[in-house]
């Protein structure tokens, strides 16, 4: 299994803007479906946004528009997830997860074998 850790967040207000990292060791990254979920308290973890090892992203229908971004770069075993436009209801840990090769339930959290420890986002109103 490959190690996840995740770094970015942090307190940001209405409409602002933060980067999450999510470094991974491993030699073999580039072929890990990454994706990315946040889980808000007491709510279910919920998918955000995957990017495959042909970095096709996809995104939940709550950041698409821009609003959010996947990337990945291999070289530095990294893939990030740029936030922009943010509101009180992105607040949330975030956790970035991997799995290998690609799976059609990229959306849900049994198709990730590692997890990292999350980070927390909050969004002030």
């Known amino acids: 299994q490959v190690q996840l850790v995740e770094s970015g967040g942090g307190l940001v207000q209405t409409g602002g803007s933060l980067r999450l990292s999510c470094a991974a060791s491993g030699r073999t990254f580039s072929t890990y479906t990454m994706g990315w979920f946040r889980q808000a308290p007491g709510k279910e973890r919920e998918f955000v946004a995957a990017i495959g090892w042909s970095a096709s992203t996809y995104y939940a229908d709550s950041v698409k528009g821009r609003r959010f971004t996947v990337s990945r770069d291999n070289a530095k075993n990294t893939v990030y997830l740029q936030m922009n436009s943010l509101k009180p209801e992105d607040t949330a840990v975030y956790y970035c997860?991997?799995?290998?090769?690609?799976?059609?339930?990229?959306?849900?959290?049994?198709?990730?074998?590692?997890w990292g420890q999350g980070t927390q986002v909050t969004v002030s109103s």
């Open positions: 997860a991997a799995r290998q090769g690609f799976s059609s339930s990229y959306q849900l959290p049994l198709a990730y074998s590692s």
